[in-house]
């Protein structure tokens, strides 16, 4: 979606504004409680929202989109069955073997997060300062279809290496349960000039974290 | 309509109200056992009264007072933050980068909507909506016109989209008459959208 | 849209069907009609359904985008006003100049169409066979946000010519109303593994017409 | 709901009702003197009753006949189509393309619905959705499965794009059997979606 044209104003909204309505609380605990069943991964569930029809995309509210994807990865690990998504009646107690978030549990599982960076993986290829050209598809080169973080605007494109963030793993990857392939990952910064046709201001620039395999030298 | 593909996907079956969806759900994972309502309450409570954007303004004041602290952050924001129980959930691989005369950072997720959680809380509404991730990285300027801030052409601004799992805290210029405030003082001055590149901190 | 991911199956359809809503009906004539003011031209028409907001694009049904286009140019010209759309009512006659289609010149209006073909403009630059490379970005040069017929799925895509078509007005100069700007139009071939990461067979094709300023030499 | 633009643009005045739309710009537009409705009923008559897919199928019924025809309507389709009154509105630049054991051809337009209107009529629901829009250039085979077509491997597929004012007919291959066969009888033989790419013509 970066770069699209045709989407209106920004509109700025006050500190205090957390949950417009109620059922956003909600929707935020359920899906935050959901990931820490340990039946899928961060990657797992952004493919999961990614993957929602492309109308369904455009006119689902954000936390919209969160519960929706939620209930399809429920039913995609058999933790509740279509039936049950159907009736809204249990038809038993859960079969699949999670860990439960307790109420107790929860300042600490989010204290602790999820760190994506792993001690070991490809040596790395660039350092700051390298020009690298990316991809000049934005798409997954393993999966047909698949998760990438790879955005469409930048694919082609040629940049400079900006800082070493260490080696994470490759959601390309992990989203598809295909493991972790940690990888060196890189902030790479883009002139404005070489991304737009029309930049607003020649010294301006894009950074974005890219992985080792998205990039080759230029 | 279109052909629509909804129909495939599991949600489809839910109720299409969104807040008749969400209470179908927490009731069937509740009575499945794989959901503890207590532990829900807790999430809300934490981001609605524990998390949010005054711990990153502590963040910010204690970099404008303190030069040591300062470089440390810009150094290796991961262990400094880790030290002051900043850390966590959304925010485990941080950089905070500093605006200058010459350069203003601005903080995007264009592919969904990464944010630096454990010290800004959850994002606005308009940090997760379809026009600020189109825009700001196209047309940065005017998008920061919509939120009152004009910038100089001798400023260039760098726009970071947060494509992996690293999350970016501003850090605002400190302003002009600030010189004798404490660090509460100035926290109080820091804005939210200061620390994501979409405001600038005004003088007191 | 072409190459995107997520959407559905394609559902087949029966020669006979070709009005599903009688609303249908109206909205295919009264855009024709609309066509034949000498308000606009296709390209503007063209550009307007694109120019709807992402999300109404997406959920709106094929003749609603048509229907709101043709609104929306109305009101640009001046044709309507915006009380008259919102009362309903017609606050007095057309005061713009138009051609209003009559009955009995349909057939002949129809059968004349508008050929986009003009006699001069830039000498062809290619030849069947000769490489090409297509523009890195499928954005308007001139026109920030502005239309144009290149799809981003061949962005930065090298091909080879396939045919010559003569020399056809440029739709990203006269969507604006900047002229004709006619130039040399071409079928370029690029070889399906050129353009997506996944191709279903190795010797599939997808040819698309492309304007010569769009390409340059590769 | 993410913020709708859709708020600036003048149809939003109108009723949200896509019927009602229609019916209240038509009412409008009458009363403005700026369209005649016998002018609407005629288009309206002309492509439910006049042109269709009948009139494809009797330019492939032809080629399949004579030579000669089928010679000059590959070198220059505008030229002898016009000749036969199937010319016009979405048709004024017209290229057939012929498929063979070796090369099946695929017409679609990724950016809105261009279609050889004078030989096929309007679109089918189909042409216009985004799924063919988005996939027939990506996965024509897949696509293909859908209307019960499989090829071989021998065989390429070549996708046409319909970026500009060229419009294309696909000319299917002459089934086997048909030999004694006159042009009125293979005409009936040959459908819409064979002439878009998106059917073989069967045998009798």
Not at chain 1, 74 to 101: F, H
Not at chain 2, 112 to 119: E, V
Request: hydrophobic share 45%.
């Amino acid at each position: 979606m970066g770069g699209r044209f045709g989407d209106g104003a920004v509109i700025p909204e006050a500190e205090g504004v957390l949950f417009k309505q109620d059922w956003h609380r909600r929707a935020l605990a359920l899906t935050l409680a959901g990931g820490t069943l340990g039946l899928w991964n961060l990657d797992i569930s952004r493919h999961a929202r990614e993957k929602l029809a492309p109308t369904d995309y455009a006119r689902f509210a954000y936390y919209e989109k969160w519960i929706s994807a939620l209930a399809d990865l429920l039913v995609e690990t058999g933790a509740l069955s279509a039936e049950e998504l159907a009736t809204g009646r249990a038809a038993g107690p859960a079969t699949v073997d999670v860990n439960v978030l307790r109420a107790a549990d929860v300042a600490g599982v989010l204290a602790r997060g999820g760190p994506a960076n792993r001690d070991s993986g490809p040596v790395a290829k660039f350092k700051p300062g390298d020009r690298v050209q990316v991809r000049a598809r934005a798409e997954n080169v393993t999966v047909d279809g698949g998760h990438t973080r790879l955005p469409a605007y930048l694919a082609g494109a040629t940049g400079i290496i900006q800082r070493h963030h260490g080696t994470h793993v490759l959601p390309d990857s992990n989203a598809h349960r295909l493991g972790e392939a940690p990888e060196p990952l890189y902030a790479v910064a883009f002139a404005a000039g070489d991304l737009w046709a029309h930049p607003e201001h020649a010294g301006d620039q894009v950074v974005a974290d890219l992985w080792q395999s998205y990039l080759s030298p230029a | 309509m279109p052909h629509d593909h909804s129909d495939d996907h599991p949600h489809a079956l839910l109720p299409s109200e969104p807040a008749l969806k969400v209470q179908a759900l927490e009731t069937l994972l509740v009575e499945k056992g794989l959901v503890d309502p207590a532990a829900l309450d807790e999430i809300i409570d934490t981001y609605e009264h524990r998390i949010g954007p005054r711990g990153g303004a502590a963040v910010v004041a204690r970099a404008w007072s303190d030069l040591g602290f300062r470089a440390a952050l810009l150094d290796d924001a991961d262990l400094v933050l880790a030290g002051m129980g900043l850390h966590g959930r959304q925010g485990e691989h941080m950089v905070v980068v500093e605006n200058t005369e010459a350069l203003h950072n601005m903080v995007v997720c264009t592919l969904c909507s990464c944010y630096p959680w454990p010290l800004l809380g959850i994002p606005p509404t308009w940090y997760k909506s379809d026009a600020y991730r189109a825009r700001a990285v196209r047309e940065p300027r005017k998008v920061l016109a919509e939120f009152g801030v004009s910038l100089p052409d001798t400023q260039a601004v760098r726009v970071w989209d947060s494509t992996a799992e690293v999350r970016y805290l501003v850090l605002p210029q400190r302003p002009v008459g600030t010189e004798g405030m404490d660090e509460a003082a100035l926290a109080a001055l820091v804005t939210r959208d200061s620390m994501i590149g979409c405001g600038l901190v005004a003088a007191p």
